[in-house]
């Protein structure tokens, strides 16, 4: 779990205590905060570097899961998870998605220079097209939807909705370029290439998964 700090103002402290007194009724629940605001990108990597399984179900927090049905969507969940890929989108929206570790680490982590929210999900859909030469499956879950919610921090600037404009001018201005031939689109408004090399984020997780067993 990860819960991010406020742009430009102080973290809560009230709230703050109130969270931890909440989460330590449960077991198996580690949080991470962040005092200060950080990006969408960074929570989800952190999220999935902490998590103890090899594939991490990811949810945001606009989102609606009803709990009085006969059948939870987490039971839907676990069956669906049997027989799905690595890495998948629900419902079409990541919002909910599962990623693989393992193939997390060969796309390249949702990229961290993305300092606010937005673009992190197109972006790495555009790599792991780059990579795979396939795009990511989408497979349909019951009893989960994404609300849209529009409350957000009012600290950064925005774009489109929530999401920050400089995450939407850093995809636009430096990373990519559109393409009126070749290119790919993935999730993005046109056909782009990649003009910017990806630095290579937390180097030495190759290495601790490789050798933590020798501990």
């Known amino acids: 779990m990860t819960v991010n700090g406020p742009c430009r103002s102080h973290f809560d402290q009230v709230y703050r205590s109130n969270l931890m007194k ?4 449960w077991d198996e629940v580690y ?6 605001f950080q990006s969408l990108a960074k929570m989800w990597n952190r999220g999935v570097l902490t998590a103890s399984h090899e594939r991490v179900l990811i949810l945001n927090d606009d989102l609606k899961i009803p709990v009085n049905s006969e059948m939870s969507f987490f039971e839907h969940f676990e069956r669906t998870l049997e027989v799905a890929p690595e ?7 990541f919002s909910h998605f599962v990623v693989s570790k393992k193939e997390l680490m060969e796309v390249g982590f949702f990229d961290e220079r993305l300092l606010g ?7 790495f859909y555009w790599r792991y097209h780059e990579k795979y030469n396939r795009e990511i499956p989408e497979i349909a879950i019951e009893l989960i939807e994404n609300i849209h919610s529009d409350v957000t921090d009012g600290g950064y600037t925005k774009g489109i909705r929530t999401a920050s404009q400089f995450n939407r001018d850093f995809m636009k201005m430096t990373k990519y370029k559109d393409m009126l031939f070749g290119g790919y689109r993935g999730m993005f408004d046109k056909r782009v290439k990649k003009l910017l090399v990806d630095e290579i984020q937390y180097p030495y997780e190759d290495f601790y ?3 933590k067993e020798r501990l």
Do not use: A, C, V
């Open 22 to 25: 909440f989460l330590s009724k």
């Open 31 to 36: 949080p991470t905060l962040f005092p200060e």
């Open 87 to 93: 890495t998948f989108i629900i419902n079409g929206s």
């Open 117 to 123: 929210l937005g673009e992190e999900d197109g972006d």
């Open 209 to 211: 998964r490789k050798n």
